[in-house]
């Protein structure tokens, strides 16, 4: 088991920053690739980002051209068993509950992607960009 809690979520104003923060207990962390996820109310989950267990390789989003590219940047730090998503330069359209996600092992650009590839969930934290 794996249990994972996300923090870093707030109001903030377009064009600012925040940086989510996703702390995991449990198993041993560095065996887990991890991802981000967020929801809209009346939308579907959508991928945001990933990052393998050793940090060696990213996957971003790729739904436009705009959509986190250059924005968004995932990273982790296996010694505090903690993955972080910094999001620059957010948009109201990035409004959305987001959720970290863990799977065991490796990874690769589709199955980053794809939430049912993920075993374990945090609960989640609101990010509300304003106007």
């Known amino acids: 088991q794996v249990q994972l809690v996300e923090s870093g979520g707030g109001l903030v104003q377009a064009g600012g920053s925040l940086r989510l923060s996703c702390a995991a207990s449990?198993?041993?962390?560095?065996?887990?690739?991890m991802g981000w996820f967020r929801q809209a109310p009346g939308k579907e989950r959508e991928f945001v980002a990933a990052?393998?267990?050793?940090?060696?390789?990213?996957?971003?989003?790729?739904y436009d051209a705009d959509f986190v590219k250059g924005r968004f940047t995932i990273s982790r730090d296996n010694a505090k068993n903690t993955v972080y998503l910094q999001m620059n330069g957010l948009k109201p359209e990035d409004t959305a509950a987001y959720y970290c996600?863990?799977?065991?092992?490796?990874?690769?650009?589709?199955?980053?992607?794809?939430?049912?590839?993920?075993?374990?969930w945090g609960q989640g934290t609101q990010v509300t960009v304003s106007s």
């Open positions: 996600a863990a799977r065991p092992s490796t990874v690769t650009a589709a199955s980053a992607r794809s939430a049912r590839s993920y075993d374990y």
């Open positions: 990052i393998s267990s050793r940090g060696s390789s990213t996957y971003y989003a790729t």
């Open positions: 449990g198993r041993t962390f560095s065996y887990y690739a």
